[in-house]
């Protein structure tokens, strides 16, 4: 089989190439084109156009790269028919990979989505397109299959691929003494700064938590550096060279921090899965938010709150993101035991949620066999 993936990500790069993995062993001879990053690319596809071209987030930045964005989505749909695969696989990123699907859907290509689309946060109608362009659906939260049921469109759940990656993290092992050797850190208990990936993130909330690492001198600071990003902007951003920074480590800073401040999004996943007692944070330009605001429709901004629907972790937002908030969570996590163990209780609810490892090598024998019947009933 030939597949064509497209993410737009870091994330989308990762799992994607977990996938790529799990198909090649479900599917030897498999071909793969991709629009994704460094991961997929060492798992075995070609990528013509690497996941950094393509962030291009909030209303105001899409405004003003839209020539831009038009014409990779020409570029792209050029480069689907060139390769002419048996399926296209879309993972996450859904402005751009709803409008290649429309496309791809009239041109006689199957169409699968790996990992969904947060529909059910904002533009819920767009659970009718996925339902009209989109062959088979994959999701990874439980709460998904009963949102699309609503739309008479039957998903299929395959576990959270984050569980794959970090069990095969976890098998490699790393010393406390080994990590902080490696990055030319202390000895002191690591607090994990995740400022999130995208320049307006972390204009806004790394200065913050730099701010809250003040008033704990016990503890290092360790930012975990974006690779969409650069070093520079971090020391810009921080107004100082001297600046405990990590890039394309953000599992092993987390495997070894006491705690952490952590962006809205995936990241809250992530350190939970670590067991990571987090407070999580979100601030952005006050326009994007305001637009936001009223067009998201979910109780809580972190995937830990939504998946186990409770204040499993506390959300700073916006102008609730403060110095004096983020500084009494991180020291109720800090020295109250029992508020720790209760966090750490809700993870372990979490993971029961999520499902066990196997996502990719899941969705890749389901994929393999829908093309398969798919070809035979042509």
Same mark, same amino acid.
């Given at each position: 089989?030939k597949? #064509?993936?497209?993410?737009?990500?870091a994330?989308? *790069?990762?799992?994607?190439? +977990? @996938?790529? =993995? $799990?198909?090649? !062993?479900?599917?030897?001879?498999?071909?793969?084109?991709?629009?994704?990053?460094?991961?997929?690319?060492?798992?075995?596809?070609?990528i013509?156009?690497?996941?950094?071209?393509?962030?291009?987030?909030?209303?105001?930045?899409?405004?003003?790269?839209?020539?831009t964005?038009?014409?990779?989505?020409?570029?792209c749909?050029?480069?689907i028919?060139? #390769?002419?695969?048996?399926?296209?696989?879309?993972? *996450?990123?859904?402005g751009? +990979? @709803?409008? =290649? $699907?429309?496309? !791809?859907?009239?041109?006689?290509?199957?169409?699968?989505y790996?990992?969904?689309?947060?529909?059910?946060?904002?533009?819920?109608?767009?659970?009718?397109?996925?339902?009209?362009?989109?062959?088979?659906?994959?999701?990874?939260?439980?709460?998904?299959?009963?949102?699309?049921?609503?739309?008479?469109?039957?998903?299929?759940?395959?576990?959270?691929?984050?569980?794959?990656?970090?069990?095969?993290f976890?098998?490699?092992?790393?010393?406390?003494?080994?990590?902080?050797k490696?990055?030319?850190?202390?000895?002191?208990?690591?607090?994990?700064?995740?400022?999130?990936?995208?320049?307006?993130?972390?204009?806004?909330?790394?200065?913050?938590?730099?701010?809250?690492?003040?008033?704990?001198?016990?503890?290092?600071?360790?930012?975990?550096?974006?690779?969409?990003?650069?070093?520079?902007?971090y020391?810009?951003?921080?107004?100082?060279?001297r600046?405990?920074?990590v890039?394309?480590?953000?599992?092993e800073?987390?495997?070894?921090?006491?705690?952490?401040?952590?962006?809205?999004?995936?990241?809250?996943?992530?350190?939970?899965?670590?067991?990571?007692?987090?407070?999580?944070?979100?601030k952005?330009?006050?326009?994007?938010?305001?637009?936001?605001?009223?067009l998201v429709?979910?109780?809580?901004?972190?995937?830990?709150?939504?998946?186990?629907?409770?204040?499993?972790?506390?959300?700073?937002?916006?102008?609730?993101?403060?110095?004096e908030?983020?500084?009494?969570?991180?020291?109720?996590?800090?020295?109250?035991?029992?508020?720790?163990?209760e966090?750490?209780?809700?993870?372990?609810?979490?993971?029961?949620?999520?499902?066990?490892?196997g996502?990719?090598?899941?969705?890749?024998?389901?994929?393999?066999?829908?093309?398969?019947?798919?070809?035979?009933?042509?």
């Open positions: 089989m597949y #064509f993936l497209i993410a737009g990500e994330s989308g *790069d990762l799992h994607g190439g +977990n @996938l790529i =993995i $799990a198909l090649k !062993a479900e599917d030897p001879n498999a071909e793969f084109v991709a629009w994704g990053g460094d991961l997929m690319e060492e798992a075995g596809a070609k013509l156009m690497h996941y950094k071209s393509l962030a291009f987030m909030g209303f105001l930045v899409v405004l003003q790269n839209l020539r964005i038009l014409n990779n989505e020409k570029r749909k050029s480069q028919a060139d #390769f002419n695969p048996d399926a296209i696989i879309f993972i *996450d990123y859904p751009f +990979n @709803l409008r =290649i $699907a429309k496309w !791809a859907k009239k041109n006689k290509f199957k169409t699968l790996y990992i969904s689309p947060k529909v059910w946060a904002w533009k819920k109608s767009r659970a009718w397109t996925i339902k009209k362009y989109i062959d088979k659906m994959f999701v990874i939260f439980p709460f998904e299959v009963p949102f699309y049921k609503n739309y008479d469109y039957e998903v299929e759940f395959i576990g959270h691929p984050l569980m794959d990656a970090i069990d095969q976890q098998a490699k092992g790393q010393t406390f003494e080994q990590f902080t490696e990055n030319n850190l202390s000895n002191k208990p690591i607090v994990a700064m995740l400022p999130g990936s995208r320049t307006d993130e972390i204009s806004h909330m790394l200065p913050i938590m730099l701010e809250t690492a003040k008033n704990f001198p016990d503890y290092q600071f360790v930012v975990a550096g974006a690779p969409s990003q650069d070093l520079s902007l020391q810009k951003v921080a107004e100082s060279s600046l405990n920074i890039f394309g480590k953000t599992y800073l987390l495997n070894h921090s006491t705690a952490g401040l952590i962006t809205s999004g995936t990241a809250t996943l992530e350190a939970a899965l670590f067991n990571v007692p987090q407070v999580v944070c979100y952005a330009n006050q326009i994007s938010y305001e637009i936001a605001k009223r429709d979910i109780k809580y901004i972190s995937l830990v709150n939504l998946v186990l629907d409770t204040d499993a972790v506390l959300e700073l937002i916006q102008s609730d993101l403060t110095v908030k983020t500084s009494t969570e991180l020291k109720m996590i800090l020295q109250n035991p029992d508020y720790n163990l966090m750490m209780n809700n993870y372990e609810a979490l993971r029961r949620e999520l499902g066990n490892p996502a990719s090598a899941r969705s890749a024998k389901i994929m393999l066999k829908f093309l398969q019947d798919s070809k035979g009933n042509a």
